[in-house]
């Protein structure tokens, strides 16, 4: 986003996203990316998260008694789940709170969100072959301001006055979510 008013770069965007998310994710929406080109954007992002997450568990070593890698199809499933479950549960959750974004602005949101989210996992995954402790540091830090990028993404989708709505809605996402499973696993007796 030059200041002619031309367009910029992905790398322009990505700084527009990651210093002022809210009016970043303004910029998006406004390219009008719709139907057939964001499910590719949507799909695209599942396999790079799943590239990136699958090479990082190459990377790492194995926890004691682990029983070998998860198959490459194994990252897609739960990338793409990840993706499918957040922006079907932030676009009703956000509606009913009052927002006003469509399902196709929630997917594209999310759809960056997870973009977003890859820069930082090869970030983490540098910075942790270099200092563990460096990588622990930059994980925290790297969650925190993840959640609070998604809210703000959200809150520009649902048109939401503050990111603290957002937030709440990320946070009883998370926790609803989370009773779920929790849920899922007793009646399937697993143990949690």
């Known amino acids: 986003m030059s200041q002619s008013g031309t367009e910029g770069t992905i790398a ?5 996203l990651l210093r002022t998310p809210r009016l970043g994710m303004r910029a998006v929406l ?5 139907g057939a080109t964001l499910f590719q954007l949507a799909a695209l992002m599942i396999v790079l998260a799943s590239i990136v997450a699958y090479g990082i568990g190459a990377l790492a070593p194995a926890p004691e008694g682990a029983e070998g890698m998860i198959a490459p199809i194994g990252y897609i499933l739960v990338a793409g789940g990840n993706l499918a479950v957040t922006s079907v549960v932030l676009y009703w ?26 820069l930082f996992q090869v970030v983490f995954a540098l910075a942790s072959l270099v200092s563990p402790a460096l990588g622990a540091v ?11 990028l ?13 990111v ?29």
Do not use: N
């Open 150 to 162: 998604m809210a703000a993404y959200v809150a520009e989708v649902h048109g939401f006055e503050s």
């Open 12 to 16: 322009d965007l990505t700084k527009l």
């Open 93 to 118: 959750g956000g509606r009913m709170i009052g927002g006003t974004g469509d399902f196709q602005d929630v997917l594209l949101a999310m759809s960056v969100h997870q973009g977003v989210t890859i």
């Open 30 to 34: 406004d390219m009008g990316i719709r």
């Open 138 to 148: 930059l994980l925290t830090v790297g969650v925190f301001y993840l959640i609070y």
């Open 164 to 192: 603290w709505k957002a937030t709440g809605l990320i946070i009883g996402m998370i926790f609803g979510l989370a009773f779920i499973l929790l849920f899922l696993f007793t009646l399937f007796g697993q143990p949690v």
